[in-house]
C-alpha cells in the first residue's frame, strides 16, 4: 500500500554538514521518495548535497514529504532527527 | 548491521587532502563507512601512487565492492593502471565527480546502504548540485 506523508518541524539549530549528513543516510534507508523544503526550496532527503544547499537555518520551518510504503515511518525517522540533530552545532 | 557497506577510496595528489576528505566524509556520513585515503606518491611527495592505490583498494573493499575517486587528471591515469591489474578482485567503479563533494555524497550513500553502482552515482550527481 502506498500513501502520502508529510510533517513541518521549525529548526533549534543551523542544518549544519553533520546533522544533514544523518538526514541523508537515514533517508536512503528508506524505499519511500522523500523530500526536504526550505522556503521556496525542496531537496531529495538522500542527497546530502540537496540537503546541505537547502542552507537552513535555525528558526527556519521545515516541512518533510514522504510518499511510498514505508512514507509514514520515513517522515518520523527523519523529523526526529531533525528534533534532535540541530540543538548541537555540526 | 551485518550487511557490508560499499568501501570508499580517495586517490589525491596530496596526502593531506586524501586525508582531510576522508575526515570529512566520514564525520557527515557517521563513521560507519571503510574509506581510505591513498594520496601523495610513496615518498609522500605531491603526485600519486599505484602501490598506495592497490593497498586501498584492497583494505576497503567489505564484500559489497568499492567506489574510487581522483582528484586530478593523472590520478585518473594511476588509478586505471591499478584496476587493470585488479580484474578479478571485486568490483570496483570510479567515479567521475568532484572530489570533496562526491566523496561526501558517495559516502553518505554507502552508509545508507546503497549498492556500489548507487555509490557512484551519487558521487557522480555531485557535478550537478549547486551551492549557491
Do not use: N, W
Not at chain 1, 526550505?38 to 518533510?64: I, R
Not at chain 2, 591489474?85 to 559516502?107: C, M, N, R, W, Y
Amino acid at each position: 500500500m502506498s500513501a502520502s506523508y508529510e510533517q513541518g518541524i521549525t529548526l533549534a539549530g543551523d542544518l549544519h554538514a553533520r546533522p544533514a549528513g544523518a538526514l541523508a543516510v537515514a533517508a536512503g534507508r528508506f524505499a519511500a521518495v522523500i523530500s526536504v523544503s526550505a522556503g521556496d526550496h525542496t531537496a531529495d532527503a538522500k542527497s546530502v548535497l540537496g540537503v546541505m544547499g537547502l542552507g537552513a537555518t535555525s528558526g527556519q520551518h521545515l516541512t518533510v514529504k514522504a510518499s511510498g510504503t514505508d512514507a509514514r515511518e520515513a517522515v518520523a525517522a527523519l523529523i526526529a532527527i531533525l528534533s534532535e540533530a540541530t540543538k548541537v552545532g555540526g | 548491521m551485518s550487511t557490508p557497506t560499499v568501501g570508499i577510496v580517495l586517490v589525491s595528489h596530496s596526502t593531506e587532502l586524501a586525508a582531510g576528505a576522508a575526515y570529512l566524509a566520514a564525520q557527515v556520513s557517521g563513521g560507519t563507512v571503510t574509506i581510505i585515503a591513498a594520496g601523495g606518491t610513496d615518498e609522500g611527495d605531491l603526485g600519486t601512487s599505484a602501490a598506495k592505490v592497490a593497498d586501498g583498494l584492497r583494505r576497503a573493499d567489505q564484500g559489497a565492492g568499492v567506489v574510487v575517486l581522483p582528484d586530478l587528471g593523472s590520478a585518473v591515469l594511476t588509478v586505471k593502471a591499478v584496476l587493470e591489474d585488479h580484474i578479478g578482485k571485486g568490483t570496483v567503479l570510479l567515479a567521475d565527480a568532484p572530489f570533496v563533494e562526491g566523496a561526501v555524497a558517495a559516502t553518505v550513500t554507502a552508509a545508507a546502504g546503497g549498492d556500489v553502482k548507487a555509490v557512484a552515482a551519487a558521487a557522480e550527481e555531485a557535478r550537478h548540485v549547486r551551492k549557491l
